[in-house]
């Protein structure tokens, strides 16, 4: 079963990730597969359509001064052009946008990786477990 929620409905205003969690561990219990996909349109032509670096840092939880590099790193294409708005009162303005379609596997990666750092931190703040023998050397007392 695919859901789509319309773009005013109140499900389009819910986080997926957190949607994703609550639908697994409502139907977990009842061993049915939940799985979150997305589908990105990748026909941007027009720069205007492209996000900027404000809309990519958000998506990617990192600050706008981190975008650039993000971006650099990571294989996002950028186009700098200057926005009709701007054109006739600020005509040296312009504006880096990137790609939408590569943004978004960018933050998917990120969200992956992160959750992992996560899942590795917890695992390495548990410690030994109880009745692990550990050796400890202190050296001469």
């Given at each position: ?38 589908e990105v349109?990748r026909d ?6 492209w996000w ?90």
């Amino acid at each position: 079963m695919e859901c789509e929620p319309a773009t005013a409905a109140p499900l389009s205003r819910v986080d997926a990730e957190a949607l994703t969690g609550w639908l697994t561990e409502q139907l977990g219990r009842v061993q049915v597969a939940v799985e979150r996909r997305t589908e990105v349109k990748r026909d941007f032509l027009r720069p205007d359509e492209w996000w900027t670096a404000s809309h990519t840092a958000g998506l990617w939880r990192v600050p706008v001064g981190e975008v650039d590099g993000i971006a650099a790193q990571r294989g996002v294409e950028g186009y700098s052009y200057t926005p009709r708005a701007h054109a006739m009162y600020s005509p040296g303005t312009s504006v880096t946008v990137y790609d939408p379609g590569r943004a978004y596997e960018v933050a998917e990666e990120l969200r992956a990786e992160r959750a992992a750092g996560r899942a590795a931190d917890s695992t390495a703040a548990a410690g030994p477990a109880e009745g692990d023998a550990t050796e400890r050397s202190f050296g001469p007392l």
